[in-house]
């Protein structure tokens, strides 16, 4: 059973930055697209980026250039560096391995001054 925690939601300020991190279990993380995705609140949930295991990047264009997404595959930990935040990133932000295959229980990122 592959188990996702997410970590480091909260409230921050526009302009502000927010590091999220998601710790799966299981030994063959390395094998996996990682990503983030995010729902606010009555919109569908979109993708935020993805790492392929090859460490090809992919990101939404509204966070191009402000978001960064890494992996560390020997502690089995994908991370979203979010900077220059804006009120419109205001969701849930979720983590996902093997695109959509497993999920983890989501983090709340509030932007507002």
């Known amino acids: 059973q592959v188990q996702l925690v997410e970590s480091g939601g909260g409230l921050v300020q526009p302009g502000g930055s927010l590091r999220l991190s998601c710790a799966a279990s299981g030994s063959f993380f390395r094998s996996y697209t990682v990503g983030w995705y995010r729902q606010a609140p009555g919109k569908q949930r979109e993708l935020v980026a993805t790492?392929?295991?090859?460490?090809?990047?992919n990101y939404a264009g509204s966070v191009k250039g402000r978001f960064t997404i890494s992996r560390d595959n020997a502690k089995n930990t994908v991370t979203l560096q979010m900077n220059s935040l804006k009120p419109e990133d205001t969701a849930v932000y979720y983590c996902?391995?093997?695109?959509?295959?497993?999920w983890g229980q989501g983090t709340q990122v509030t932007v507002s001054s």
């Open positions: 996902s391995l093997g695109n959509g295959r497993w």
């Open positions: 790492l392929t295991a090859g460490l090809i990047q």
